[in-house]
Every structure is written in C-alpha cells, then in structure tokens.
C-alpha cells in the first residue's frame, strides 16, 4: 500500500511495544507485552484489520470471505464443502504469515437448508 512516510511511520509507532494489564477490584495484574493481533478498543483497529487483511481471500472463486472489524466469516454453498478444509488451511497459513494467532475454539458451522415453496 503507497502511504506517506509520515502516516507509516505513524502506524509503525502505534503498532510498537504495546501492553495489557488488566485492572480487577482495584488489584492490576501483571502487564504483557502484545506481540500480534489488533489494538481492540482502538479507533484504528478495525481499519488496520481491513488494510492488513486486504490480502486474505477464497481459494475458490466460488466461496466468500467476509471481513468485519476483527472477524473473518467464510461462506460456502453446500455444493462446496468438500473445500472447507483447504479454505481453513488457507486462513490458517495467512494468519500465521501475519504474525496473528486464531481463535480455534471459536468457529462455528452453520447450516441453513432449503425450504420447500409453501412451508412455513
């Protein structure tokens, strides 16, 4: 992406060095340093998630992958299936090419199906 110096040395600052600690019934707990993911909360975040994962897309023409603030949703028709495990493979290298870590206990499947004309 062709930014100005002074906006990627900017972003480059941001994304610098950055920590957590979280604060529970007045005790702060000790602070780790952030080495991947996105800056949730921030302002910035989401659009840095939608400029860093501008790069990310189905190996199949036929498949979408949708992008929403620090989500990503792959969606598939049924006649499809049998790509799911290399458009999850895929995702996976990404994500790892890009210094994030997924949320493996997070995805979910959801299977809509047909309905015949007039049934309710």
């Known amino acids: 992406m062709e930014l100005p110096d002074a906006i990627y040395n900017w972003l480059i600052n941001f994304h610098q060095d950055r920590s957590h ?3 529970y019934s007045g005790l702060i707990f000790t602070i780790a340093r952030i080495n991947a993911s996105i800056a949730q909360g921030s302002g ?7 400029v860093g994962a501008s790069d990310l897309h189905p ?4 498949n979408v992958i949708v992008k929403f603030a620090d989500d990503t949703y792959l969606i598939s028709a049924s006649e499809n299936r049998d790509t799911m495990h290399a458009e999850l493979q895929n995702i996976d290298a990404w994500a790892t090419r890009n210094n994030l870590r997924l949320n493996k206990s997070k995805p979910r499947e959801m299977v809509v199906l047909p309905t015949a ?3 309710r």
């Open 117 to 119: 004309k007039g049934v």
């Open 21 to 23: 600690a979280t604060k």
């Open 59 to 62: 190996i199949d023409q036929a």
């Open 44 to 50: 910035i975040g989401p659009t840095a998630y939608d």
